[in-house]
């Protein structure tokens, strides 16, 4: 079974990496971006029948492994 | 306007970061994790009432700063 897992900063977290992406493209000459936002992203295949059960430790890996709960918020999608 | 731009790796290319969530993973005693493949995920605020035009300088920031076209391919959604 196949789930993807998207991890992404808080609203209200500042992003130094999405910031210093946004300045090399202003550098390149392209004004119009204005703001970048860095998450990760990941394709899991899981083992397992039950969607439900199977969702259930996918929620418990991207909650313990994959983000900081502290400052990230968690998305499963599929 | 918004768009998403989700960065992977081709099918192929070996995913070390990947490969080293599972292990650790399946140490922690979860044996059903098949596969975990990482990308990038990006949020990007562009200014621009044409959407075509608009998601056109996207596509040209996603292959030329955000991926290596040679070992990734890039979604672009919304």
Known sequence: MRFVVVVKLKQGILDPQ????????????????KDIRVGK?????????NRKETQKTVESISKDILSNPIIETVDIIQ
Do not use: L, P, W
């Open 18 to 33: 999405g910031k210093a992406i946004r300045k090399v493209i202003e550098r390149r000459g392209e004004k119009r971006i």
């Open 41 to 49: 992203y990941f394709e899991i295949e899981v083992e397992g029948s």
